[in-house]
């Protein structure tokens, strides 16, 4: 692999920006003397424990001291961002900004478009990348190496995969969150100590959950199993599944990468006009 000494973050303040820059000098895969990170404002709090990280408030200069460019800004940020990265390997953690947008806009024919999501502030990201052919075998190797600082990744042959794994993936750690309210929610009415239900509630979503993280689980036989006891599972599941919760849930999906895909046909169309 190619030893990257200089690494620029676009954003470098945002959720995800200081998420993977943190992960990759955890990891040691980069001196934090060549790590360049970039803010409107031009410097931040973010990395006051680690003063030898350089900030600016010029993306050009960061590109200028990088050989590897990791843009995480908002999508609807993105098109205020005008740098010229030829040369350099561009990475966008952007959700629905396309392949085509992103070689238009550096000047860079070796781009990567990858989607980690929010667990890379914990190390447990899952990341899909989809990269463009001038994308070399360094590059690659480079590649997967950082985002598995932040938890775990592959690569994908295309592109319409990320888009949908936008939704899943990336978007997903939202979804749990949503099942955990919803739970929360119902234990209160229920007259549970707030304590009592919170813990209940993390116990299941946050612990129980590695249950399938055991090796050979299947989500489909863990719910078989508790079927099988004809009892309060058994009831649970059936009232939830006649209430539409499969279907809910892929209706979810569907309306996620959905957005994914539009959002990246209206910075296309931009680029047309
Ligand atoms: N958060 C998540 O769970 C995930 C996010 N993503 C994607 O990652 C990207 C970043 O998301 P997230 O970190 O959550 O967003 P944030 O809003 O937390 O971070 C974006 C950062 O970009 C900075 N910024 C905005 N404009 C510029 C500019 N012109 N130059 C330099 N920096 C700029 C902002 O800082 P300031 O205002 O100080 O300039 C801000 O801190 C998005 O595109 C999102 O789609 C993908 C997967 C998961
Ligand atoms: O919600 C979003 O648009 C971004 C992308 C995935 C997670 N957050």
């Known amino acids: 692999m190619t030893p990257f000494r200089t690494i620029g973050i676009i954003g470098g303040n945002g959720w995800l920006g200081r998420a993977i820059g943190h992960a990759l000098l955890d990891a040691g895969l980069i001196e934090p003397s060549g790590l360049t990170l970039s803010c409107r404002a031009g410097t931040s709090a973010t990395f006051a424990d680690r003063p030898q990280v350089a900030w600016t408030a010029d993306n050009q200069e960061l590109v200028r001291r990088s050989q590897v460019v990791i843009v995480s800004v908002r999508p609807e940020q993105f098109p205020a961002i005008s740098i010229d990265a ?126 399938l993280a055991k090796p050979g689980a299947s989500p489909g036989e863990t719910v078989r199993t508790f079927m099988e006891y004809r009892g309060t599972t058994d009831a649970g599941l059936r009232a939830m599944q006649d209430a539409g919760f499969t279907k809910a849930v892929h209706a979810g999906l569907s309306a996620a990468a959905a957005k994914a895909v539009s959002m990246a046909e209206a910075q296309a169309g931009k680029d047309r006009k």
């Open 86 to 211: 030829r040369d350099r390997l561009v990475i966008s953690v952007m959700a629905g900004v396309s392949m085509e947008t992103l070689l238009a806009r550096t000047g860079s024919d070796r781009v990567v478009r990858a989607l980690p999501n929010a667990a890379a502030e914990i190390g447990r990201s899952y990341t899909p990348w989809f990269c463009s052919d001038a994308v070399s075998f360094d590059d690659k190797a480079l590649v997967q190496a950082l985002f598995e600082s932040c938890g775990a990744a592959d690569e994908v042959g295309m592109q319409a995969a990320i888009d949908y794994l936008t939704a899943l993936s990336g978007s997903g750690p939202a979804f749990p969150a949503l099942l955990a309210e919803a739970m929360l929610g119902h234990a209160r009415a229920h007259g549970l100590p707030e304590t009592i239900a919170r813990r209940a509630v993390a116990g299941v979503v946050c612990d129980a959950s590695q249950l």
